[in-house]
């Protein structure tokens, strides 16, 4: 009975955050906790039971998210590897996994929200671009960055870069090709750490070709 009740509860969580981010794609980033239980079929007050406020519902939507985004942006390449050949790698990943993802246009647009939420949005990427440091100091340690490279603006740079490019890219009518959109944002990503042009030239078969590993 009580696996039986487990399953019950989890299956009505989900279905309150799917009908969240049904919502939310409605209202153009907001939602009602009204709408979203009409929608999942159950009480209102079982979703405040859930998530106990509005905010508390778009920030597990957010996190839930992230979570996804995260396991791809952890993953780590073969060892022996080129770092550089890595980090492209991992670049078509994610440009993969944003394109394919149905609520990654509303993640990364402008979520409406209270201060709740916004601190919840800013956590994740902040913590995106530590990650990003983590590995531009592999890099550096590699000998394959400059050693003059500050980490932390480097990362905050390419990862605000990165997410407003892609934010455009989905929401476009018609969206770029994603081999080509990875490509000029490579390029960038080589600007923004000094990584010369060959060395994407030379490596860019093998860095498609080449599978990560969960770190």
């Known amino acids: 009975m009580r696996d039986l009740n487990k399953t019950k509860k989890s299956d ?8 969240a981010r049904d919502a939310l794609a409605a209202g153009d980033g907001a939602l009602e906790m009204n709408d979203v239980a009409k929608r999942a079929d159950v009480s209102v007050g079982l979703a405040y039971h ?4 509005k905010a508390g519902l778009v920030t597990a939507i957010i996190s839930e998210f992230y979570d996804r985004y995260d396991a ?5 390449p073969e060892k022996g590897l080129a770092w550089a050949v890595g980090e492209r790698r991992r670049l078509d990943a994610l440009i993969d996994f944003l394109y394919d993802a149905e609520d990654a246009p ?3 647009a402008k979520l409406s929200g209270d201060a709740q939420v916004v601190a919840a949005e800013t956590a994740r990427r902040d913590a995106l671009v530590d990650l990003s440091a983590i590995n531009i100091r592999r890099g ?7 050693a003059n490279l500050d980490p932390e603006i480097a990362a905050a740079v390419i990862i605000g870069g990165f997410r407003l490019a892609m934010s455009r890219a989905l929401a476009a009518a018609e969206r770029p090709d994603r081999q080509r959109l990875a490509d000029s944002l490579w390029r960038f ?4 750490l000094g990584i010369e042009t060959a060395t994407n030239d030379m490596n860019e078969t093998a860095a498609r070709q080449t599978p990560l590993k969960a770190s």
């Open 12 to 19: 009505a969580r989900s279905a309150i955050l799917n009908a």
């Open 50 to 53: 859930y998530f106990g406020s």
């Open 72 to 76: 791809i942006a952890n993953q780590r």
């Open 106 to 108: 509303l993640m990364l």
């Open 140 to 146: 550096q340690a590699a000998g394959e960055l400059p």
């Open 189 to 192: 990503v080589q600007g923004a």
